[in-house]
């Protein structure tokens, strides 16, 4: 294997026998060698089941690389046979380098040792030399902040205090290889703070990381590429950007249900004409990246204007830009809930604003009406280029949609101008005053 590749994956399959009753479990043990003993074919008394199939790919030194895919995709599966607490049942794993894992936080903790105990046992089994342990040791006890806990056994510990002194120890390892499954799902809001801030540190120090999450904003934001899995196979490999749209594409469509064809494009039960006499003549026809939904109310056209009316995709910071939206249903819908998204240059989810948002109910629509949306919006980002996703929600929960559309278009927002402050830390401005009191000796 090259020295450049620090993970290559070929072929892997990993497969679990079920079994439907306990006795036959028994039964698979004992039966089938009877059955050849005596001449007769053998019976399998258990169903097959491939949690992983053929999954090959290489991930190079430095890359960070995300992995998404529904629950039962084999995520988890896969990132347990590249640290070796899992078997595979064919193909090969190939690493190089020390792998430090965020799998399930304190899983190898013993509860009847102490804080200190667990600390030295575990940076053992990670690879570090007691000398090295030592050299760390307050360093790992200062990240995780549980005090005189750290000489109490584990078994008096909190939740979060097992999380915090697990992935203490595991960043404190100088990993080659990084490896998170939704570890930082835990834990309170300061202390997750502060765990992605030393993942970010540790990929801006050129470690290889693998990043399996829910959240393909953060996969946007930080990985060079992504993976996606779909029932135990590799479904999409490229950038973070496109994979994260396939997975969101077959996460929440239905490309089969006659609304949408496969290039995304609405296959309308209306006349053309009649949906044309109803668009604005400064609204443009969608055309988004990409496509899905179940149907039955879709998004034909948008635009975007500043307050006097005149198209532009050029903004300055404070000024307010009017995005207008024209939707059209092919059926008779009780209710839906349409809105926007806005996307930083990473791909960063930054907002998400729906009819409900800004107090207003759509109801009662009927096959073959048209309605248009205009929201208003005062941008108090930082000037840059932003994305915008629209979407057509199922409830206000967001649990299922008629039509979203990824990447629909651009804007720009330009700083030169005089309502533009002093700019402090972050992508958004909150106005905000501030009094100050001189107390005098």
């Known amino acids: 294997m090259s020295s450049e590749i ?22 698979q043990f004992i039966l089938p060698r009877l059955q050849r003993c005596i001449g007769k074919p053998s019976k399998e008394y258990y169903r097959e089941f491939s949690a992983l199939s053929d999954v090959s790919f290489e991930v190079r030194k430095g890359e960070t690389v995300g992995i998404v895919g529904r629950n039962g995709a084999g995520k988890s599966t896969l990132l347990q046979i590249i640290c070796g607490t899992l078997s595979p049942s064919g193909g090969s794993v190939y690493t190089n380098g020390r792998i430090a894992a965020l799998l399930e936080l304190g899983s190898g903790f013993n509860i009847e040792f102490t804080g200190r105990e667990n600390i030295y046992m575990n940076a053992a089994i990670l690879g570090l030399t007691k000398e090295e342990i030592d050299a760390r040791f307050e360093d790992i006890v200062s990240f995780a902040d549980i005090g005189d806990f750290i000489e109490q056994p584990v078994k008096t510990y909190s939740s979060g205090m097992m999380v915090r002194l697990a992935f203490a120890t595991a960043i404190h390892v100088d990993p080659e290889i990084l490896i998170v499954d939704e570890a930082l799902a835990v834990g309170d809001f300061a202390f997750q703070h502060k765990c992605m801030s030393r993942i970010k540190q540790i990929i801006a120090n050129g470690v290889t990381v693998l990043l399996v999450t829910h959240d393909v904003g953060a996969v946007m934001a930080s990985c060079d590429r992504a993976i996606m899995l779909r029932k135990g196979k590799v479904y999409s490999i490229g950038t973070a950007a496109e994979v994260c749209d396939r997975y969101l594409e077959t996460d929440t469509a239905k490309l089969d249900s006659g609304q949408f064809n496969e290039a995304g494009q609405v296959i309308t039960k209306t006349n053309e004409t009649s949906v044309e006499n109803h668009v604005l003549s400064n609204l443009q026809p969608i055309n988004p990246s990409y496509r899905w939904g179940e149907g039955g109310v879709a998004i034909s056209a948008w635009s975007l204007s500043d307050a006097s009316g005149k198209l532009t995709t050029s903004f300055h910071f404070g000024e307010e830009m009017v995005l207008s939206v024209l939707l059209n249903a092919t059926e008779n819908i009780d209710h839906c809930f349409p809105g926007f998204m806005l996307r930083d240059r990473n791909g960063y989810h930054l907002t998400g604003i729906t009819n409900r948002t800004c107090g207003k109910d759509i109801t009662g629509i009927f096959r073959g009406e048209s309605i248009l949306l205009e929201f208003k919006i005062k941008l108090l980002y930082r000037a840059d280029n932003y994305s915008i996703l629209l979407n057509i929600a199922k409830d206000e929960y967001g649990t299922g949609f008629y039509d979203l559309c990824e990447n629909v278009g651009n804007f720009t927002i330009l700083a030169e101008n ?15 005053t501030l009094d100050v009191t001189l107390i005098k000796k």
């Open 6 to 27: 620090s993970i290559k994956v070929e072929n892997l399959s990993k497969s679990y026998q079920i079994y439907d009753q306990p006795r036959d479990r028994l039964k």
């Open 418 to 432: 005089a309502e533009c402050p002093p700019w402090g830390y972050g992508r958004t401005y909150l106005p905000t």
